[in-house]
């Protein structure tokens, strides 16, 4: 899945995010080219709305570190 963040009038970024159910039944979601960035939820429904918040609020943390915003860097994808 992907992710397009908003950025204050300018375009905004596009992450792939990963969603899988653990074996409790709880939703785990990450963006992998957002070192640490994860969260969970109780629904699939839920954890994608936790991922939206967790990029932009990882995003504001860096801009405010004076860090630079990673940029999402697949080359490919694809189902095995």
Same mark, same amino acid.
């Given at each position: 899945?992907?992710?397009?963040?908003?950025?204050?009038g300018? #375009?905004?970024?596009?992450?792939?995010v990963? !969603?899988e159910?653990?074996?409790?039944?709880?939703? +785990?979601?990450?963006? %992998?080219?957002?070192?640490?960035?994860?969260?969970?939820?109780?629904?699939?429904?839920? #954890?994608?709305?936790?991922?939206?918040?967790? !990029?932009?609020?990882?995003?504001?943390?860096?801009? +405010?570190l004076?860090e %630079?915003?990673?940029?999402?860097?697949a080359?490919?994808?694809?189902?095995?």
């Amino acid at each position: 899945m992907v992710i397009r963040t908003e950025n204050e009038g300018m #375009a905004g970024n596009m992450y792939i995010v990963e !969603i899988e159910r653990d074996e409790d039944g709880i939703y +785990v979601a990450s963006a %992998p080219a957002l070192q640490g960035c994860h969260t969970q939820g109780g629904t699939r429904a839920e #954890a994608l709305k936790n991922i939206r918040d967790a !990029i932009k609020l990882y995003i504001a943390a860096r801009k +405010v570190l004076g860090e %630079p915003v990673p940029c999402e860097r697949a080359v490919g994808r694809g189902m095995v």
